[in-house]
């Protein structure tokens, strides 16, 4: 017999394409429980028909599914590596270097990359893709105004440099903003576009089951042009990399082979 939450999983996937039967399912159904005995609601099901009369609600969904926890610099010791060893590694061969921040949330990441890379390039050479399944983090990271607390690791020249204080938030310059093109992608179902030099993928992998995290391995190693570099999140290590033509260079970073 289908289950309340297998029902639940079919019907979100016609209404949204959204395949929650591909994230970790204890974690899911915890996140989704909590938010809707919030909205008074008994069961899956009975939480379903409420997002079909209501978009509130269906926002109030999309945005639980997705956790959206970011920072600039998050584990600033690997973006250290990252601007000491290989982006100098990689604009030895060309200076374009095409560049992926996949499951960007409210934008720091991305942002991030662009402040390390203006140590190297002017910032009118520097282009990033920034993408996320998520809508509304889409959003927030053009706006690109954040407390206080997602700045935490920034260096101090760079939070001179490229940020402006408004009452409580720290708002990042235009300059470093039109370096990133933002754009809408599921990665469990869009496909990818190939030969980028850097693909950033960090903590969203946790989150889904072992087969679909196989297979975005194998995606994203297909998306790297060959010697191109592949940085993860820090619990996000890969299991027998070299299944998906990847060679780990330093810890938490892998290339393409
Ligand atoms: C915890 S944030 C990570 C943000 C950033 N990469 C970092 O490490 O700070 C996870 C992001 O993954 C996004 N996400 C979840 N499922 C996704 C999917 N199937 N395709 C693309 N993005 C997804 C969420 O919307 C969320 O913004």
Request: charged residues 30%.
């Amino acid at each position: 017999m289908v289950n309340d939450y297998e029902q639940f999983i079919e019907k979100i996937k016609v209404k949204t394409g959204i395949d929650l039967s591909l994230y970790k399912e204890q974690q899911m159904k915890r996140r989704l429980t909590s938010l809707y005995e919030k909205h008074g609601f008994k069961s899956f099901l009975d939480f379903y028909r409420g997002i079909e009369k209501d978009n509130e609600l269906l926002y109030a969904f999309l945005d639980r599914m997705t956790i959206n926890v970011s920072e600039f610099y998050r584990n600033g010791k690997r973006w250290e590596v990252l601007e000491k060893k290989f982006i100098p590694e990689l604009l030895k061969n060309k200076r374009n270097l095409k560049i992926w921040s996949a499951a960007c949330s409210t934008g720091e990441e991305p942002y991030t990359i662009a402040m390390i890379l203006s140590k190297f390039l002017p910032l009118s050479e520097i282009k990033i893709l920034a993408t996320d399944i998520d809508e509304n983090v889409l959003q927030k990271a053009k706006i690109g105004a954040y407390h206080e607390r997602s700045l935490n690791e920034v260096p101090i020249e760079m939070k001179r440099k490229y940020f402006q204080k408004d009452n409580d938030y720290y708002v990042i310059s235009d300059e470093i903003k039109r370096t990133v093109t933002f754009k809408k992608h599921n990665l469990l179902s869009d496909p990818f576009e190939i030969n980028f030099d850097l693909i950033v993928c960090r903590n969203v992998l946790i989150y889904f089951t072992e087969e679909a995290k196989n297979s975005l391995y194998n995606k994203f190693s297909n998306a790297l042009r060959q010697g191109g570099i592949f940085f993860v999140g820090s619990t996000e290590q890969i299991f027998n990399p070299g299944k998906y033509n990847l060679e780990p260079i330093d810890t938490f970073f892998y290339q393409r082979i």
